[in-house]
């Protein structure tokens, strides 16, 4: 049961626009989005702020970080989301998605697995190692990283988000490996 249930139509005008505005055509806007809007700043800022256009990064990078960061916060529910949504667009397999929950690391090429652990040195740390910015800085400008960086602390706040207000999967949504 969501600890901050998600709003339902009606919806006021400028909270319907942003609603329309964050999902594709035809497709009803996510329980994350309508229990944001119960504060119409935050789900403005929210919409305004996001990354999911094209940028420095690869698409298939943006899915590893957004998918590893959820993964390590916990938030079954926004991980489910992109999964779902965007893995196999990507070109993400079954075992790639699963080894971002469970680190199986034979599934990672060396660039995959050192993008992978900048998301766990951020997540733990909030900073990264010398040895690991040597060995990011071989396969990401700074543009990228700058871009990296973002997005996982984009999705951390994505994951209090969803965790706070204990929001069940999306129906249809990927679940944790390992859960049914």
């Known amino acids: 049961m969501p600890r901050i249930e998600p709003l339902s139509p009606p919806f006021t005008a400028p909270v319907a626009d942003d609603l329309t505005k964050l999902m594709p055509p035809g497709v009803p806007p996510l329980a994350l989005f309508r229990m944001v809007a119960h504060n119409p700043r935050v789900l403005r800022r929210m919409r305004r702020g996001g990354l999911l256009d094209p940028g420095a990064i690869t698409a298939r990078d943006r899915e590893l970080v957004i998918l590893r960061t959820c993964a390590r916060c916990g938030a079954e529910y926004e991980w489910g989301v992109h999964v779902t949504f965007f893995a196999a667009a990507v070109g993400l397999t079954p075992a790639e998605v699963a080894a971002t929950v469970h680190d199986d690391a034979a599934v990672w090429s060396p660039r995959d697995a050192a993008l992978l652990a900048l998301c766990d040195q951020l997540h733990a740390r909030a900073t990264v190692t010398d040895a690991l910015w040597a060995a990011v800085r071989a396969d990401f400008d700074d543009a990228q990283l700058i871009e ?23 129906p249809g949504a990927a679940r944790f490996p390992g859960r049914d």
């Open 148 to 170: 990296i960086a973002a997005l996982v602390g984009l999705y951390h706040m994505v994951s209090y988000l969803t965790n706070l207000g204990a929001l069940d999967p999306e």
